[in-house]
């Protein structure tokens, strides 16, 4: 049996950040959560992926930054600056959050002149100014939700990973969220892989829409969508935005 090492640079002449190919996961007690995983994923490229419980989707997302590693194929990255923002905010409860979104960066070893100036940067660049003093526990979830975003900025990554960040919120915080998020992809063009149970928001966050299949996780569908960026928030309201949506809906009701 082969096994990958953790994602390391791509050879050159690849054209993707990020790229599995024929990737496995099965773990100790010998369940299998991942069988057969191909996927491409390039700069200015935001992938979504859906499917049931228990599917192997964040399994996914750590074999790409290395903090799992799969136990067969492939897996490619050309680059060494990802962001990675998982289901909950993960903020050091005894830090401010202007020393939260410092914290990579200091990991990483940068003088504290330039880890202040990038931390002002991306606090700026989510919305959270005039909250740099504030601790964890009085920000509002979707606030903590933006300082867990800025903090992975301050990286400045070209590959992107997006564990259900959005998955407690309110639907109103959620949306605003996901304008945002749309926002911050506008500019910076990074190569975004995104995780979510939640067929609406993987339509209007993405460029490319994947339906898994229930355990052992596979690829069983997939989907462009045709709509521009930045996206216009009343596309929600669209023919075409809910046909997708039932469209891609209905291929994750068949997958389970």
Not at 9 to 18: F, M, N, Q, S, V
Not at 62 to 81: F, P, Q
Not at 92 to 100: F, Q
């Amino acid at each position: 049996m082969s096994t990958t090492q953790p994602a390391a640079p791509a050879p050159t002449g690849r054209a993707e950040l990020l790229g599995f190919d024929n990737v496995e996961m099965t773990f100790p007690d010998g369940t299998v959560a991942l069988q057969g995983v191909d996927l491409s994923l390039k700069r200015g490229e935001f992938v979504t992926v859906v499917g049931p419980s228990g599917c192997g989707k964040s399994t996914l997302l750590r074999i790409a930054s290395g903090l799992e590693t799969a136990s067969n194929g492939s897996v490619h990255l050309a680059t060494d600056r990802i962001g990675y923002v998982f289901q909950d905010a993960t903020l050091l409860p005894w830090r401010t959050t202007r020393s939260n979104v410092e914290l990579l960066a200091e990991l990483h070893g940068e003088s504290k002149a330039r880890r202040t100036q990038e931390a002002q940067e991306a606090i700026d660049l989510v919305g959270l100014s005039g909250f740099e003093d504030h601790l964890p526990r009085q920000l509002s979830g979707g606030m903590k939700m933006r300082a867990s975003l800025a903090r992975s900025l301050t990286l400045d990554p070209e590959v992107f990973l997006f564990d259900e960040p959005f998955g407690a919120l309110d639907e109103i915080t959620r949306e605003r969220l996901n304008d945002e998020l749309i926002r911050l992809f506008d500019e910076k063009k990074f190569a975004g892989l995104f995780i979510t149970h939640s067929v609406s928001e993987a339509v209007y966050l993405s460029t490319r829409v994947i339906v898994m299949s229930g355990r052992p996780g596979t690829f069983v569908g997939e989907y462009e969508v045709p709509f521009d960026m930045p996206r216009d928030p009343e596309i929600r309201f669209t023919r075409e935005y809910a046909e997708l949506v039932g469209e891609i809906s209905h291929a994750l009701r068949e997958a389970h």
